[in-house]
């Protein structure tokens, strides 16, 4: 199964996906599953959103929830370190029909980025992203708090070796059988 919260995007992946794959429409940080599923990905920093912190973490519990006892779980985020190295503050590409501007920064534990997309007419569009920024062991952490045990830690999706020059960290989990998810 998948899961998001957008209408536009789950009809998307229809149009291109496996008609057989379950697409459900529902907030992560309450899920419509029991634990049912032997995996659970959660990939491209689509974490970290909400505003505060025990949003983040319900939803960290609801994934939890929703594994099989040793089921596994993966998390890719951002690299707190690298981020913090090597943020670009601006960023411009020129293209025929309009200019993509790409504006970040950081605000205490979130990277804050406003996207602005003007068109060749002038016309302007502007997405704006708050995501909070994890240490590697804080979201460990986590994920311990939420039943999960930390069985493996990689710097890319291809298994590269994590460190602190890494640009992301990728986090594998197993739940835990009998281990209930608390409140971190």
Same mark, same amino acid.
């Given at each position: 199964a998948g899961v998001d919260l @957008?209408? &536009?995007?789950l009809a998307r992946a229809r149009a291109r996906g496996d008609p057989a794959l379950r =697409?459900?429409?529902?907030d992560m940080r309450r899920l419509p599953f029991g634990a049912a599923f032997d995996?659970?990905?959660?990939?491209?920093t689509s974490f970290g959103y909400f505003p505060a912190d025990r949003e983040n973490e319900a939803a960290l519990r609801e994934m939890a929830r929703a594994l099989v006892p040793g089921g596994r779980f993966v998390i890719a985020h951002m690299n707190k370190p690298w981020v913090l190295r090597t943020l670009v503050p601006r @960023? &411009? &590409?020129?293209?025929?029909? %309009?200019t993509l501007v790409q504006e970040r920064s950081i605000a205490g534990d979130r990277v804050l980025k406003r996207t602005t997309w003007i068109d060749a007419a002038g016309g302007r569009r502007e997405i704006f992203e708050s995501v909070r920024l994890y240490e590697p062991d804080e979201l460990a %952490?986590? =994920?311990a708090a939420c039943g999960l045990?930390?069985?493996d830690r990689w710097g890319s999706l291809g298994g590269d070796r994590y460190g602190d020059h890494s640009p992301r960290l990728v986090l594998a989990a197993r739940r835990v059988e009998g =281990?209930?998810?608390?409140s971190p």
């Open positions: @957008s209408a &536009e995007l =697409l459900v429409r529902a995996g659970v990905v959660n990939l491209f @960023s &411009e &590409e020129r293209r025929a029909c %309009g %952490g986590l =994920l045990r930390v069985v =281990l209930p998810c608390v």
